[in-house]
């Protein structure tokens, strides 16, 4: 399985990005994508995740309203839409792969991507 993000870049803050992961290596139906981000010096926290199927969504609140999470299952692609965004977005976000949530955190996510670097200058 390969989950390849990218997308991300320089940007100030107010604009917007839109990050995309390719996934590959396996069908991914039943499973829940996620969006996860680590900034220097702090963990790695969740950010968004939508289930493969339904397309149900679920963010946290620190994108609510500025992020928007969405897939494309014909093209195995997983999309981050993220508008407005805040200096202290600036992390590098990966893309992970559930196959089912039961603890609801990153332990539960068992397949992940390089990360793509967005950096928001203020």
């Known amino acids: 399985v390969q989950l390849q993000a990218s997308g991300g870049g320089l940007v100030q803050a107010g604009g917007s990005l839109r990050l995309s992961c390719a996934a590959s290596?396996?069908?991914?139906?039943?499973?829940?994508m996620g969006w996860f981000r680590q900034a220097p010096g702090t963990e790695r926290e969740f950010v968004a995740r939508i289930t493969w199927n339904l397309g149900t969504t679920y963010y946290a609140d620190s994108g609510k309203g500025r992020f928007t999470i969405s897939r494309d299952s014909a093209k195995n692609m997983v999309y981050l839409q993220m508008n407005s965004l805040k200096f202290e977005d600036t992390a590098v976000y990966y893309c992970?792969?559930?196959?089912?949530?039961?603890?609801?955190?990153?332990?539960?996510?068992?397949?992940w991507g390089k990360g793509t670097l967005v950096t928001v200058s203020s």
């Open positions: 992970a792969a559930a196959r089912a949530l039961r603890r609801y955190d990153s332990s539960d996510y068992i397949f």
């Open positions: 290596g396996r069908t991914f139906t039943n499973w829940v």
